[in-house]
């Protein structure tokens, strides 16, 4: 029997990643539960927010699910989920928040937004592509599958690392703009950092999950030559 010990690689990415989602989750749950003083619900933030930088051109929609909040920068249309669109809580005002800070890296042109954008496409083929070729070279044998498998998952990896401080920026704008517009009182931001902070950590334990996988199969092909 086969024994891929590099899989042993793998372990600490799927560790990390598991403790990154169960903390999103549980965050999200607790200040979901904690209703804003000023009583503005997620729509409102999101509509106000960019309405003052100009951005009236952008609708706002709700979405089905939790946590499936997103920003459509090719409809021009933010998504905003069930949890969030019509609640009134810390969590729903910081997630409207950061989705509306994506809506306005992408009218300022913010350049890791738009190299994300450049590499979505080459990262969604590399990411299935690229293990067809790895696993043709392995069966056959040809380092050549191998070696080319592994540059077409490099541009997943990247594409992992730039989404890193397009969704850090997201958030020190959400928080910037819930303070200096007046959505939360100070005594909030604790709050809403806390549950923008565990869902950052989904976008790291995804960045590393990628570089391990990166970096097993790297071995994988070094054990081939």
């Not at 899989?7 to 799927?14: A, D, E, R, S, T």
């Not at 997103?70 to 669109?85: A, F, G």
């Not at 979505?120 to 498998?149: E, N």
């Not at 931001?189 to 806390?194: E, I, Q, R, V, Y």
Request: charged share 15%.
């Amino acid at each position: 029997m086969y024994y891929d010990y590099t899989m042993i690689l793998l372990i600490p990415g799927l560790i990390i990643a598991m403790w990154a989602q169960i903390k999103v989750q549980s965050t999200f749950a607790k200040y979901s539960k904690v209703a804003a003083s000023r009583g503005y619900v997620g729509a409102q933030v999101a509509r106000g927010l960019l309405d003052n930088n100009g951005l009236q051109n952008i609708k706002v929609e709700p979405v089905r699910g939790s946590l499936t909040d997103n920003y459509d920068p090719r409809s021009k249309v933010l998504h905003l989920s069930e949890t969030v669109y019509n609640k009134g809580s810390l969590a729903a005002l910081a997630v409207a928040a950061h989705e509306t800070g994506h809506a306005i890296q992408d009218s300022e042109g913010y350049a890791p937004l738009r190299l994300r954008a450049s590499l979505a496409p080459a990262a969604q083929i590399g990411s299935y592509a690229s293990w067809i070729f790895l696993i043709l070279g392995l069966l056959l044998g040809f380092l050549g599958l191998i070696r080319f498998g592994i540059i077409l998952f490099c541009v997943v990896v990247l594409f992992q690392i730039v989404t890193l401080p397009v969704e850090f920026n997201a958030s020190r704008r959400a928080l910037a703009a819930l303070s200096s517009e007046g959505y939360l009182a100070e005594t909030e931001l604790d709050g809403a950092s806390k549950v923008l902070k565990a869902a950052a950590l989904t976008y790291v334990a995804a960045a590393l999950m990628a570089f391990l996988q990166l970096l097993r199969l790297v071995v994988l092909a070094s054990g081939r030559r």
